[in-house]
C-alpha cells in the first residue's frame, strides 16, 4: 500500500511526499506461514518505569508484535492531563535490514542457549531482560540485568531502541489530541534520538507522524520535522 503525504505551510510552500508503507504494512510471503518462522523475543521489565513491562516479539519476516504496561501518569504543572494505566498491544513490521540483524545475531548467540548474565557484582539494576529464539533450527533463552556478550548486547539496544521509538509514538498521539503546543519539544527530542541511534524504525510510527505532517493547526517547525522522519521512512524501505 502506497499512502501521499501532502503538507501545506503558510499560503505558498507546499511539500508532498510519497511514501510506501510496505515496510510497515505487508503481509508475510504467501509460501511462508507464520508458524513456521523463527521467532525472536525480548522481554523488558523493571518496576517504576513509565513502561514498567513490555514484550517484543519478531518473525523473521519483520512481521510481529509489542505489548506493554503502561504505568498512569499523573496531572502536573505543565500538563494538566494525565493518563490511566493501560495495556498496550500493537503488530509492528520491521525493516528488512533490522531483521535480518536480529536473526543473524540470535544465531551468532546460539539461539540464546549461553549464560549471558554478567557474573559481575554491584551491577546497577537496569531491568530484567529475557532474549528467547524459537524457530525449526532450535530454541532457547537466557536472562540477565546485565550481560558483557557483545551479541546480546547489540540484540539488547535493539530492541530498547525500537521500544523508544514505540513509546514516543503513544506520547506524540497524546501530545497532539490535548498538547500540540508540546509538541515541539518532543519532536526535537525524537529527532536528537533517532540521530543518535537510540530511536530505531521511525516506521513503527509513521502514522502518528503523518497526522502531525498533516494538520494545518501544528507549528510549522513540527510538521516539518515529522515530514522529514516520513521521508527518511520512504528511503529506508526502499
Known amino acids: 500500500m502506497r499512502a501521499a503525504t501532502c503538507v501545506v505551510l503558510g499560503s505558498v510552500l507546499v511539500v508532498c511526499t510519497a511514501f510506501a508503507f510496505a515496510g510497515q ?7 511462508v506461514s507464520a508458524a513456521k518462522q523463527a521467532e525472536v523475543s525480548f522481554q523488558f521489565d523493571r518496576t517504576g518505569l513509565p513502561v514498567p513491562r513490555f514484550t517484543l516479539r519478531i518473525r523473521e519476516d519483520g512481521v510481529g508484535s509489542y505489548q506493554a504496561d503502561q504505568a498512569e501518569t499523573p496531572a502536573t504543572a505543565t500538563s494538566t492531563r ?35 548474565a554478567s557474573k559481575a557484582k554491584n551491577i546497577a539494576d537496569t531491568g530484567k531482560k529475557t532474549l528467547s529464539y524459537t524457530g525449526a533450527d532450535g530454541s532457547g533463552s537466557c536472562t540477565y540485568n546485565y550481560s558483557e556478550n557483545k551479541t546480546v548486547d547489540t540484540l539488547t539496544n535493539i530492541f530498547l531502541g525500537i ?3 514505540m513509546d514516543e509514538g503513544r506520547r506524540l498521539e497524546f501530545l497532539h489530541r ?4 508540546g509538541l515541539d519539544a518532543e519532536m526535537i527530542s525524537l529527532t536528537q534520538e533517532a540521530e543518535a541511534g537510540r530511536a530505531l524504525e521511525l516506521g513503527t510510527i509513521a502514522p502518528a507522524l503523518a497526522a502531525i505532517a498533516d494538520d494545518t493547526a501544528v507549528i510549522q517547525r513540527v510538521r516539518l520535522r515529522a515530514q522529514k522522519m516520513l521521508e527518511q521512512v520512504a528511503a529506508e524501505n526502499h
Open 25 to 31: 504494512t505487508s503481509a508475510p510471503a504467501a509460501d
Open 82 to 116: 494525565g493518563q490511566a494505566a493501560q495495556h498496550i498491544d500493537r503488530p509492528i513490521n520491521l525493516t528488512r535490514g533490522t531483521a535480518a540483524k536480529i536473526f543473524k545475531a540470535a544465531r551468532a548467540a546460539n539461539h540464546f542457549n549461553i549464560d549471558c
Open 163 to 165: 521500544a523508544y521509538t
Open 178 to 181: 490535548y498538547d500540540r503546543l
